[in-house]
C-alpha cells in the first residue's frame, strides 16, 4: 500500500464507521423502545468498536500484503450518499411499526399468488422488518445501507476475509478453468469484490428475488463471465460435482432449519470433489462470548425468526454430515469464515 492508500483506507473506514453509527443512533431516536431495559451482559462500546478497529487493521494488513485488492469505493460519494440516507431514514418509521406489531407477515398477506417450490412460503416475509422483504426494486436499492447500519459500516471488510482462502486455493489453478457458484447473492457485493479480484474466474449468482437479481446484474456490469440464475438454494438448477468453489455469504441463518440442511445438502452435492466451500455468516453464541449478548438481542430488534435456532446449530456437523471436510473458520467482528472441502 501506499502511504496515499494507507490514508484513503484509514480515513475512508474512519468517516464510513462515523456515518452509519449515526443512522444507528438516529433510526434509535426514530424509534419506538422494543426493550424498557438492554441486557447487562451487552459488550461496552468501546471494546465493540475496539473489535472493529481490529478487523480493519487485518484487513489493511492483507491489502498490503497483496492478498487482495484496495477496495475502490471507501472515498464518499456525496449525492449517493445523501439519497441512500434519505431512502433509510424515510423507511425507519414504516419499520417501526412493524417491530412494535411484531409483523414480519405483511408481504404474505400482500401477494395474490400462493408460496412455491421456487419461492417457499418462508421467504415471503419481512425480514429485518424492512420494507417488502426481498421483492421490490425499493428494497433491492436500501438493503446494503440497512446492512451497513447494522454493522457500522464493516460490511464489505467482514466479507472481504472469504476472499482469503478462495485466493488460497487459486494459486494452484488457473481461475479460468474454474467455475466459482454464489449462493443468495442479493444485491451481488460479494461477487464484485470477486471479479475485481479474479477477474478471469468464471462466476454465477444464485438468489430468490428477481429485484436483488437485477441490482446484482448493474453490479456486475463492468465483467463478463458472470451469470445471475433465480433458483432456490434448496434445489439449485447445477449438476453433481460442477462448481470448484461454492460460497454462502449471510444465508443460513436467514432459513428454517429444516431448508437450512437441504440448502447445505445441496451446497455439498454441487461441489466437486477437491473443491472448497466457503461460508460467511453470523457469529453463534460461544464464538466470541463478550457479544453472545448482542446475538440474543439481534431477533428480538429484528424480524429474525430463524436465528436463534441457527446460533445454537453445530455448523461443522451440519456441512459434514454432507459431505464435506471442516478446514478452518476464522472470525471477523460480528461475522465469521468457515471453509470446508471435499473429499477427491
Not at 468517516?15 to 423502545?33: D, E, I, K, V, Y
Not at 459500516?153 to 479460468?176: E, S, V
Not at 431477533?299 to 451440519?318: F, M, R
Request: no cysteine; aromatic share 10%.
Amino acid at each position: 500500500m501506499t502511504p496515499i492508500d494507507r490514508w484513503i483506507h484509514a480515513g475512508g473506514h474512519a468517516g464510513r464507521t462515523a456515518w452509519f453509527l449515526t443512522h444507528a443512533l438516529a433510526a434509535a431516536r426514530l424509534s419506538s423502545p422494543v426493550l424498557e431495559d438492554l441486557p447487562a451482559d451487552l459488550p461496552d462500546r468501546a471494546d465493540y468498536l475496539a473489535d472493529l478497529r481490529d478487523l480493519l487493521r487485518r484487513d489493511r494488513e492483507h491489502i498490503a500484503a497483496g492478498r487482495y485488492a484496495m477496495p475502490d469505493d471507501l472515498l464518499p460519494r456525496p449525492l449517493e450518499a445523501l439519497r441512500s440516507s434519505t431512502r433509510f431514514l424515510a423507511d425507519v418509521g414504516r419499520i417501526n411499526l412493524r417491530r412494535m406489531r411484531a409483523d414480519g407477515q405483511e408481504i404474505y398477506r400482500s401477494r395474490s399468488a400462493p408460496a412455491s417450490k421456487t419461492r417457499p412460503r418462508y421467504y415471503l416475509q419481512n425480514f429485518h422488518y424492512q420494507t417488502d422483504g426481498w421483492m421490490s426494486e425499493g428494497s433491492a436499492e436500501l438493503y446494503d445501507f440497512q446492512v451497513d447500519v447494522l454493522f457500522n459500516g464493516a460490511t464489505d471488510a467482514m466479507r472481504r476475509q472469504a476472499l482469503l482462502p478462495i485466493g488460497d486455493f487459486l494459486k494452484a489453478h488457473r481461475q479460468a478453468d474454474l467455475r466459482l457458484l454464489d449462493i443468495a447473492t442479493g444485491t451481488g457485493r460479494f461477487l464484485r469484490s470477486i471479479k475485481k479480484n479474479f477477474p478471469r474466474l468464471p462466476i454465477t449468482g444464485v438468489d430468490l428475488s428477481e429485484a436483488y437479481l437485477g441490482k446484482a446484474k448493474k453490479t456486475l456490469a463492468p465483467w463478463s463471465w458472470a451469470d445471475l440464475v433465480l433458483a432456490n438454494a434448496e434445489a439449485l438448477p447445477f449438476a453433481d460435482d460442477s462448481q470448484d468453489i461454492v460460497t454462502s455469504v449471510y444465508l443460513l441463518h436467514e432459513l428454517p432449519k429444516g431448508a437450512r440442511m437441504r440448502a447445505v445438502a445441496e451446497m455439498a452435492r454441487v461441489l466437486k470433489p477437491g473443491g472448497r466451500f466457503v461460508l460467511v455468516d453470523s457469529l453463534q453464541i460461544g464464538d466470541h462470548p463478550p457479544f453472545d449478548g448482542l446475538l440474543e438481542l439481534f431477533p428480538v430488534l429484528y424480524h429474525e425468526p430463524y436465528y436463534k435456532d441457527y446460533v445454537g446449530t453445530d455448523l461443522a456437523a451440519l456441512y459434514e454430515e454432507a459431505g464435506l471436510t471442516h478446514i478452518q473458520t476464522d472470525r471477523a467482528f460480528m461475522s465469521k469464515v468457515m471453509v470446508f472441502g471435499k473429499m477427491g
